[in-house]
């Protein structure tokens, strides 16, 4: 299965883990934490702040693709909240993600020559 690589590279990103263990409170200020058996799985904030829209996004070359808001929405588009891509980070090297969350892509930015307003991205990590 080939995967499609996520190529909006403009952003900052963040990643916090998602608790994989099962907490049982006993009381008195006792609890029962069992060993995750799941693979680890993180969540991944992009912020983008440089995205905008172009007259005519089917001309674009590559590197102007990376922060067309038009090709980020088609890309949207293509896998929704349902279907894995590649995200490449730079400390985990490629992951297998999906979007988290449904894309929202702000208004733009009144004289800012398609410039839109910043925005997050938020993607979820896939065991495969």
């Known amino acids: 299965m080939s995967l499609e690589q996520f190529n909006f590279i403009y952003h900052k990103?963040?990643?916090?883990?998602r608790d994989r263990s099962t907490k049982l409170s006993l009381g008195n200020q006792w609890d029962y934490v069992t060993?995750?058996?799941?693979?680890?799985s993180r969540i991944f904030t992009l912020k983008y702040s440089v995205m905008k829209y172009f007259e005519n996004p089917q001309l674009l070359g590559p590197?102007?693709?990376?922060y067309s808001a038009d090709h980020l929405d088609e890309f949207y588009q293509r896998h929704e909240t349902w279907k894995e891509f590649l995200f490449q980070h730079h400390?985990?090297?490629?992951?297998?993600?999906?979007?988290?969350?449904?894309?929202?892509l702000p208004e733009g930015?009144?004289?800012?020559?398609g410039a839109i307003e910043p925005f997050t991205v938020v993607l979820r990590e896939v065991a495969l």
Not at 35 to 40: D, Q, S
Not at 63 to 66: G, H, L, S
């Open 13 to 17: 990103v963040s990643h916090r883990y």
């Open 91 to 104: 400390k985990f090297g490629n992951v297998v993600v999906r979007f988290d969350q449904a894309l929202e």
């Open 63 to 66: 590197k102007e693709r990376r």
């Open 109 to 113: 930015i009144t004289g800012g020559d």
């Open 35 to 40: 060993k995750p058996t799941a693979p680890v």
